[in-house]
């Protein structure tokens, strides 16, 4: 209880900021949603003078973009990029922070299991990325049902907002097996920038071409959200995948940070 | 009863050695000094001890148990100081030193409160703020509040001025007296000398002796340095003893072994403009005996 504690205060201040950017991107965008929703028409027509193959990789689809619900999924795609980065970011940090700050000396030489370690660290993590959600959904929903235009889908509001949470699990998860898999990380942000990114332009080359192969590969894309809006629905193989990859990932970050030899300072 | 048992323990990073068959004992109640050069091993012993790194082969008992496999139950009559510390830099001291007593499951402020005051530490600074010297004493501190039974520490006067030192040397001894076992790892023989019972010299990833200081001490060694008024031939200090023998221009310089009184009276001998007795470092002491020995 006393490593949790001490995570969770560590993280306290990372948290707030993440959760506050994202608001801050969902209201800076959603304020445009009243004028835009006016002339949407019009709107559409110049959205259709873009090539199809830019509107897929951003994520336009022109026909809800006049829905508060479309227009809401636009936004959510950075919303998601933003939010990985967050938990990509606490991911790697967790156990490598202690090496880097050289800390673990001080942590695993004091009565706890390297299991032990982990746990806390994981639960903190966890405690902060469910504040996050909690705070954004909420705020979300807020700013939604004042902008709103015609009435919407609480739930399917609901169902594409968690998809945050999922994404971010799948980044913390990934960010934690490389934390330990990498023998010394210098610097957590490159690396997180990077492999999000990386994540995130696959995810659009993979709306380009419609490739199904590459939605495999790349986490964002895994909860489509103009199929949770026609369906009100995950895809069943997708939250399966998502679900193995979380498991397997932190199941191989206790089995070899149990093992691992902490190098002197 | 011994409270330390290695055996056979052997380390190897990949290819590069840690240390090889290394065994010793260190006994209930004893200061243990262990003692060898930069990289001879000192610290993977010790970081196996501590289970941070796991032994290639061989194993190590505390308190008669595994050290990995009951590393965690070990750990709680255990402190530790590392030679370098480094602490959650976002924290004040009092914080800091309350997240580590709470770990322990014992009311550690009065003995936190004690500590502090003996070491001249102040509590209500943050960790960022302190000199290397009040880190150190933070990790002091650290590693002694909750009255371990055995303390074990690598290097760690590095950084303490030598009235610190001083202070750290009595706490050491006074927590000795109330039972504590101490491994204490040093490269400085002086230091090990005035403060341990026994000695385990390793070298080279080796254990090379393990003495008692007793024995140790007679084989003292002072480094010479002469310079002399007029040139005077070296064979003057040709005798029983000196070692390393070296000429440069007027100065004379070799490595004595033996009675000081003999020494001291054939430079008498001669006209002198300076003279420097040094304690030689434990390299030079490993050169000129050492491995003439093996």
New interface residues.
């Given amino acids: 209880m ?1 490593m949790f504690l ?1 995570e969770l205060k ?1 993280y306290r201040k990372s948290t707030i900021i993440w959760t506050a950017s994202l608001i801050g991107i969902l209201i800076t965008v959603f304020a445009m949603f009243p004028s835009f929703a006016k002339e949407a028409e019009e709107f559409k027509k110049l959205l259709e003078g873009f090539p199809e193959v830019v509107r897929n990789a951003i994520g336009l689809q022109v026909d809800t973009m006049g829905s508060i619900l479309g227009y809401y999924s636009y936004i959510f795609t950075y919303v998601v990029l933003c939010g990985a980065i967050q938990a990509m970011n606490l991911g790697t940090s967790l156990l490598s922070r202690e090496v880097r ?6 942590l ?6 390297r299991i ?1 370690v982990i746990t806390s660290k994981l639960l903190a993590a966890l405690t902060s990325l469910v504040i996050t959600n909690i705070v954004y959904l909420t705020s979300a929903y807020i700013v939604a049902t004042i902008i709103k235009t015609d009435d919407f889908s609480g739930k399917v509001f609901l169902m594409i907002s968690i998809t945050l949470f999922f994404i971010q699990l799948i980044f913390l998860a990934l960010g934690m097996v490389l934390s330990v898999l990498l023998k010394r990380i210098k610097s957590v942000l490159p690396l997180s920038l990077g492999t999000v990114f990386g994540f995130f332009i696959a995810g659009m080359l993979a709306s380009t071409t419609g490739d199904d192969k590459l939605r495999y590969l790349t986490p964002f894309k895994y909860f489509d959200t103009s199929y949770i809006m026609q369906n009100a629905a995950y895809e069943g193989t997708y939250i399966i995948i998502g679900l193995i990859f979380v498991l397997g990932a932190i199941s191989a970050t206790y089995y070899i940070y149990s ?1 691992k ?5 | 009863m011994n409270v330390i048992e290695i055996k056979n323990l052997t380390k190897f ?1 990949g290819k590069a050695r840690g240390i090889k068959d290394v065994s010793f004992n260190v006994e209930e109640g004893e200061i243990f000094g262990f003692i060898g050069p930069n990289g001879a091993g000192k ?2 012993t010790i ?1 196996t001890l ?5 032994p290639t082969s061989g194993s190590a008992t505390i308190f008669g148990k595994d050290c990995i496999k009951f ?6 009559e ?1 402190g ?1 100081l ?3 510390v ?5 924290m004040k001291v009092m914080d800091l030193l309350n ?2 007593a ?3 499951k014992k009311d550690c402020t009065q003995r936190i409160q004690e500590l502090a005051k003996r070491l001249n530490l102040d509590l209500t600074k943050k960790i960022d703020d302190l000199s290397l010297g009040n880190k150190k004493k933070v990790g002091i501190v ?1 590693g002694l509040l909750h009255s371990p039974k055995l303390i074990i520490l690598d290097e760690p006067t590095s950084g303490l001025d030598p009235l610190m030192q001083q202070i750290f040397f009595d706490l050491l001894e006074e927590e000795n007296k109330k039972g504590a076992t101490i491994l204490f790892s040093s490269h400085i023989l002086s230091e090990v000398q005035r403060l341990c019972d026994r000695v385990a010299i390793i070298k080279d990833g080796q254990i090379i002796k393990v003495e008692k200081i007793s024995t140790l001490q007679e084989n003292t060694y002072k480094k010479f340095k002469i310079q002399c008024a007029s040139k005077v031939d070296k064979k003057h200090f040709d005798m029983v003893g000196v070692n390393d023998l070296e000429e440069n221009d007027n100065v004379i310089s070799f490595i004595f072994k033996g009675d000081i009184n003999t020494i001291m009276k054939k430079i008498a001998e001669i006209e002198i403009t300076n003279l420097w007795v040094v304690e030689p470092d434990l390299e030079e002491i490993f050169m000129h005996y050492y491995e003439k020995e093996e």
Avoid: G, M
Wanted: proline letters at 6%.
């Fill in positions: 006393n001490q560590t700050e050289k800390t673990a000396d001080f695993l030489t004091k009565p706890v299991t032990e093992k030899d902490i190098q002197a300072l | 990073y610290s993977t970081r501590l289970s941070l790194i796991y590393s965690p139950e070990i750990k709680k255990i530790y590392p030679s370098e480094f602490y959650y830099d976002n997240y580590s709470s770990f322990y650290q």
